[in-house]
């Protein structure tokens, strides 16, 4: 089975905090997203990439950036993290266009 | 991009047929229909895609009318285990990035 892992279930941070967040897949895949899932609403997609040094913005990219120096991991940085950036972060990887993505277990970030 | 309307919550008992309804007056031809599944505290699952007519995995079946406007999807005998938010996806064939994700269904089974 496809694993994608994040490094953390919860982080807990303080406002203007530089924030890294990791993940990693196991099976090759070619794209690799990131989104934010906040309560009763449905997952908004940050950032996504579909090669190493390859990125593009999705719906809601202010205040985020993302890097991919390897095919396998895929990190999303908040610069300077505020209040409204608490929230479940997950990360997700597919190997083509339209496949099924499989996602993490999701990071549960609170910024205080 | 075509949205999707989809109910909010729904119970059921265990060893139902449960179908949950999605609606998507505004899908494009080239888009297919997909769903996942997401426990509390994890990442959605995939659960099943199709394109039109019917579509059947080890999981689920998935009805698609011929105008598709909509979309049924079926959990035969279901337990508690299945309880989850399902989540109705239209997207475009060429990539997962354009999907537009709603709060999806809370489907509650009880004993």
């Known amino acids: 089975d496809v694993k994608v892992t994040q490094s953390s279930r919860y982080l807990v941070k303080r406002t203007g905090e530089k924030v890294f967040l990791e993940c990693v897949q196991d099976m090759d895949h070619e794209n690799m997203f990131w989104y934010r899932q906040d309560p009763g609403l449905g997952l908004r997609l940050i950032y996504f990439s579909y090669d190493v040094k390859m990125k593009e913005k999705g719906d809601i990219p202010e205040g985020y950036s993302v890097s991919r120096e390897k095919k396998e991991r895929f990190s999303l940085i908040l610069e300077s993290a505020s209040t409204n950036q608490t929230s479940m972060y997950l990360c997700a990887s597919e190997q083509g266009t339209n496949e099924k993505l499989f996602f993490g277990s999701g990071t549960q970030l609170s910024v205080l | 991009l075509a949205k999707t309307t989809q109910p909010i919550s729904m119970d059921s008992y265990e060893g139902q047929e449960v179908n949950i309804t999605c609606s998507h007056n505004?899908?494009?031809?080239?888009?297919?229909i997909t769903w996942y599944q997401q426990f509390p505290s994890q990442g959605p699952r995939f659960i099943i895609q199709g394109y039109k007519t019917k579509v059947t995995n080890e999981v689920a079946s998935l009805f698609i009318p011929a105008d598709r406007k909509s979309s049924t999807l079926s959990l035969p005998r279901v337990s508690l285990s299945d309880t989850a938010v399902y989540y109705c996806l239209v997207g475009p064939s060429d990539s997962n990035y354009q999907l537009i994700w709603g709060a999806g269904t809370k489907l509650i089974i009880k004993p």
């Open positions: 505004n899908i494009a031809t080239n888009d297919y």
